[in-house]
């Protein structure tokens, strides 16, 4: 590191302005050496504000990085936005339709005969829910199992709500108040057909009778007849869930198609995701003339190779796949600074005639050869946090900070320990300064007195002459 220079010699004091008696100024002597020698400082403090400016540009990248591989993912996964389905109807009222992700593209001629229902009993209107009911007994039967429920004399509408549903009856009890007064409901815990409730016996009073017949959705898909306990049906056609909300004789068209929305927006997605790398990238290899300096990543290698891995990636082409065979195919162009930018029309057009070849660019056969397919393995690769370039660059540029500020303490350290030799130096300096005119005094008076001495002696001896 360098000597800080010691003793007198330190320090130029030909220009120093003290008087006899006066000493130096030991403090600012001092300060004016510590000043000097903190110069010596400035290279280490410099590269220390490198290496913190090119871990944090760094983190940012491998931010930005692992946004990219998510978007990208989006892309490459089977299940996800390329696959998402769109279901429409073309009568809402009577039909409406959801698809899973994957499956074939269809249209459905769906005509709904008659909604589910639930089979429901309730009674007559009684004075309150609190009221004593009648003793005796309500029987009936749901599929093939018998139910019998006792009312006793001191049972009210509340406390037979409480026993039904906490007992095994196959049905669930609910009180309804109105005008007329309390109503006790009793609903199959079944729907459809096989939740009927018959063979109905009421000996208590209630007055039960049927208030809403137990009967299956009768619909067909394709011609193909169809009976459902509810009106929600799935398993007829595999993947596509219909929700039957009324009745029609005329056929209600249903299709399902490529959610064109959900694979564009992925797509725009992956490309703001990409261009935000490519800038952040591009911002670091940005040579500024007559600047001071350049930017902290402007010669790292890991960031070339990362600039080489997503150039390469990203001009992914195939052949054949019905002419899409690239990202220019779909309306996605690269720029001349690295960019891309998208064509919505080219895009929304592809993905509505062509989805299957859009998603086979992506992803390829195996889900893993398309384009996003091999993206996703590199991103992954660049951003191993034990392996990847990113990790292995900035773990290097930690170990080159670490060192440089250990320097900087160890400068510090051996700096102050100079601060106080000098201090004792000077000091020492200083009160010598400050004796200097007792000293000369001293002197003065010796010669003084040595000379009156040889005077007298000289003047005796003429005398005796």
Do not use: H, K
């Amino acid at each position: 590191m360098g000597g800080f220079g010691t003793g007198l010699n330190a320090l130029d004091l030909s220009g120093s302005s003290f008087g006899m008696g006066q000493g130096l100024d030991v403090q600012s002597i001092v300060q004016s050496l510590t000043q000097a020698a903190q110069a010596n400082e400035t290279q280490y403090t410099d590269e220390q504000t490198l290496y913190n400016s090119q871990i944090s540009a760094l983190t940012n990248i491998n931010s930005l990085l692992t946004s990219l591989q998510t978007a990208t993912q989006a892309l490459q996964d089977p299940a996800g936005a390329l696959a998402a389905r769109d279901a429409t109807s073309s009568n809402s009222s009577v039909v409406t339709a959801t698809a899973s992700s994957g499956i074939s593209t269809g249209d459905y001629s769906i005509i709904v005969n008659n909604l589910a229902s639930t089979a429901v009993l309730s009674s007559q209107p009684q004075t309150s829910a609190t009221s004593a009911i009648g003793a005796g007994t309500i029987q009936y039967t749901i599929g093939s199992e018998n139910y019998s429920i006792s009312v006793s004399s001191t049972d009210t509408l509340n406390s037979l709500v409480s026993e039904i549903n906490n007992g095994n009856y196959g049905v669930t009890a609910t009180v309804i108040d109105d005008s007329q007064g309390s109503i006790l409901a009793l609903t199959s815990n079944t729907g459809g057909s096989t939740g009927a409730i018959t063979n109905l016996t009421d000996s208590s009073g209630l007055g039960l009778s049927t208030a809403v017949q137990g009967q299956d959705a009768s619909l067909s898909i394709n011609g193909v007849p169809v009976f459902e306990s509810s009106n929600t049906v799935t398993g007829a056609v595999p993947g596509v869930t219909f929700t039957l909300t009324g009745t029609s004789a005329a056929p209600v068209d249903v299709a399902v198609t490529q959610d064109v929305n959900q694979a564009s927006t992925a797509i725009n997605n992956f490309v703001s995701a990409y261009n935000a790398v490519v800038q952040a990238v591009n911002t670091q290899f940005t040579y500024t003339s007559g600047a001071s300096s350049q930017p902290p990543l402007f010669s790292d290698s890991a960031l070339q190779q990362v600039q080489s891995t997503l150039a390469t990636d990203i001009n992914y082409f195939t052949s054949g796949n019905d002419g899409i065979s690239g990202l220019s195919s779909i309306g996605v162009d690269l720029q001349q600074d690295g960019t891309l930018s998208v064509d919505s029309a080219t895009l929304d057009s592809a993905l509505s005639n062509n989805a299957a070849a859009v998603a086979n660019l992506f992803q390829g056969p195996d889900y893993m050869s398309g384009l996003a397919g091999q993206l996703y393995t590199d991103l992954g690769n660049i951003t191993d946090p034990t392996q990847g370039v990113i990790a292995l660059d900035e773990n290097g540029i930690n170990q080159e900070l670490q060192d440089v500020t250990q320097t900087i303490n160890d400068f510090n350290t051996n700096l102050q320990a100079q601060e106080q030799q000098w201090t004792t130096e000077y000091s020492q300096v200083n009160a010598t300064l400050q004796e200097l005119p007792l000293l000369i005094a001293q002197a003065t008076g010796q010669t003084s007195s040595l000379s009156s001495s040889s005077s007298s002696s000289s003047s005796s001896t003429s005398s005796s002459s």
